[in-house]
């Protein structure tokens, strides 16, 4: 069963992200922020998906996603932003697609399948 890293420090997001994820056929690992996140790759890199928020504390989505590149270079990531301009937060879609928010269940469902498809 494909895994999914998803780390969100709002829990109401992060819940419904699990919660839809699961439904969805896939084992969900959460994490409360980037540098909770970022122990976890370490001591267990067996992950299919990451999807982080890009502002976090401690660990942005960002800096994870950078950290996740060098050290996990086959592990997608997926970066979730309530910007409308994701760029103002230094990411463009050629480097990570990213979901805005609020995220609807179907946005998510396709991206999510989208992203696991371009990593076959």
Not at 28 to 54: K, P, S
Not at 81 to 99: K, N, V
Not at 112 to 117: A, C, G, K, N, T
Request: hydrophobic share 40%; aromatic share 6%.
């Amino acid at each position: 069963m494909p895994r999914i890293l998803v780390v969100e420090d709002e829990q109401n997001i992060r819940l419904w992200l699990c919660v839809v994820l699961g439904k969805m056929g896939y084992e969900v690992v959460e994490a409360e922020d980037g540098l909770v996140a970022w122990n976890l790759l370490n001591t267990d890199a067996q992950f299919n998906l990451l999807i982080t928020d890009l502002r976090m504390p401690n660990l942005g989505g960002i800096e994870l996603s950078q950290r996740v590149r060098k050290a996990f270079p086959h592990l997608p990531i997926l970066i979730a932003t309530a910007h409308s301009d994701p760029g103002s937060g230094s990411i463009r879609e050629d480097q990570y697609p990213y979901l805005l928010k609020p995220i609807s269940y179907q946005t998510l469902v396709e991206k999510v399948r989208q992203v696991m498809q371009m990593t076959k």
